[in-house]
């Protein structure tokens, strides 16, 4: 929680009048971001998870006992390339790189990765130094998911695909450089892709805060030809 209270503190503490981005028919916007995770899972590795950023540890504590930390990590990235096809408004393509690891006291393990890949479409409201946008998009891909245990292991793969809606700000740290803040509903499907004769499948509705930075390229409206 305070990773989150900290980069809200970055955020207003950029001065406004840095923002020279520009949102223009034919220019890009490059970006990489990620979200926070504030409560993993007990039990083992989960999609929710490795859609996050965070390192955690768990511990169970009674009168009599307590037991040694069970560790958990996730890393989520997040690249985006977009191309603004008019003014405002940017459409392309959203990947999903992400990993998940459990290690319990005993050595047991679980790890996780992801990967996926879908299109997004992103509008501005041109709100003069403070860029507001609203953003909806999907991604389609595989979880691999592998567990230790006593000695045995196991592995499985699930098919995975996504879609979300969010609002967010988009302020300038420098003249092509901006942090970007975006509050949305992930919706996650899963299901596996062996012996799943009945379509089986898993669906996961989160609310979650996103991060990072966007870099706009191309000629300002002002200086093309």
């Known amino acids: 929680m305070k990773r989150t209270w900290f980069f809200v503190l970055v955020l207003s503490l950029v001065p406004v009048s840095m923002l020279d981005a520009q949102t223009n028919q034919g220019q890009w916007v490059l970006g990489i971001s990620s979200r926070f995770s504030l409560n993993p899972n007990e039990v083992g590795v989960t999609m929710p998870d490795m859609m996050t950023i965070g ?107 996504t879609w979300s809606v969010g609002a967010g700000i988009t302020k300038s740290i420098s003249e092509k450089a901006a942090l970007d803040f975006m509050l949305g509903y992930l919706s996650t499907t899963m299901k596996d892709k062996e012996d799943n004769d009945n379509n089986a499948r898993t669906v996961i509705g989160t609310i979650g805060f996103k991060f990072g930075i966007v870099v706009f390229l191309g000629s300002k409206k002002e200086e093309a030809k």
């Open 55 to 161: 390192y955690s540890t768990i511990k169970f504590k009674s009168d009599d006992d307590e037991s040694d930390a069970t560790k958990f990590t996730c890393v989520n990235l997040q690249p985006k390339f977009g191309y603004f096809v008019i003014d405002n408004l940017a459409i392309g393509l959203d990947m999903q790189l992400g990993m998940s690891s459990l290690k319990s006291p005993d050595d047991d393990k679980d790890n996780g990765t992801v990967i996926g890949a879908g299109p997004f479409v992103r509008y501005y409201f041109p709100a003069g130094k403070i860029l507001p946008y609203i953003e909806g998009g999907a991604t389609f891909g595989s979880m691999k998911t592998k567990y230790e245990y006593s000695g045995d292991t196991e592995e499985y793969t699930s098919g995975m695909n």
